[in-house]
């Protein structure tokens, strides 16, 4: 089945340590992008990928790092630098810019 | 940057009846989303449209471009359509790609049997 996988479902953070959460798709989609979400408000885009070994901040990028050395793969560190970590984060993947997009089932981070 | 802005914010309503949620948002867009989340926080993107209606099982979308405005419609409504509707639209001036994605915050539906 195609899809797109994230992990783990959920993630616990001591104060100063980094963590990475995993995006993996096997939709054959170029495009890839991180989201935020916070009670009561929208999803917050920080990080996309249109084409491997390349990647775009989006609005909230501060304290985050990603990487695409592989189309499937789009990993997500949150380092310590970012000082309000705890929210829900959503991978999605979509063939091109501009199409429709496919999410994974998220990964709730929450800080000791 | 596009404002979108969706109505109600919270909406109960018992099993059969038709639901209507509201969508507008500030400046021109390339396509507007509608997407589903369920409890689990998973997401599943039910329209894309640019202009016109869309029709999916129970589910109807509409769009009218002059006056900024789109609205998700459940015909028969189930239990099992309680979560939460998402609006998000694909900003027309822009760099292309994600950074063109505005999201609204978002209407908690609930059906009750």
């Known amino acids: 089945d195609g899809g797109i996988t994230q992990s783990p479902k959920y993630l616990f953070r001591k104060e100063g340590q980094n963590v990475t959460l995993s995006c993996e798709q096997n939709l054959n989609h170029d495009a890839m992008y991180w989201y935020r979400q916070d009670p009561g408000q929208g999803l917050r885009l920080i990080y996309y990928?249109?084409?491997?070994?390349?990647?775009q901040k989006g609005d909230i990028a501060e304290g985050y790092s990603v990487s695409r050395e592989k189309k499937e793969s789009f990993p997500l560190t949150v380092t310590s630098a970012q000082k309000n970590p705890t929210a829900f984060y959503l991978c999605?993947?979509?063939?091109?810019?501009?199409?429709?997009?496919?999410f994974g089932p998220g990964t709730r981070l929450l800080v000791l | 940057k596009n404002e979108v802005e969706q109505s109600p914010q919270n909406l109960t309503a018992q099993e059969g009846e038709f639901i209507t949620i509201n969508c507008s948002y500030s400046v021109g867009i390339s396509a507007l989303h509608w997407l589903q989340q369920h409890p689990g926080g998973g997401i599943v993107s039910l329209f894309m449209l640019s202009s016109g209606k869309k029709k999916h099982g129970r589910l109807i979308a509409t769009i009218n471009i002059q006056e900024k405005h789109s609205s998700l419609h459940i015909t028969a409504s189930h239990p099992r359509d309680s979560a939460v509707y998402i609006c998000?639209?694909?900003?027309?001036?822009?760099?292309?790609?994600?950074?063109?994605?505005?999201f609204g915050k978002g209407t908690h539906l609930i059906i009750q049997p």
């Open positions: 998000a639209v694909t900003n027309m001036y822009s760099g292309g790609g994600a950074d063109g994605l505005t």
């Open positions: 990928s249109q084409i491997v070994n390349d990647f």
């Open positions: 999605a993947s979509s063939i091109s810019q501009r199409e429709t997009q496919y």
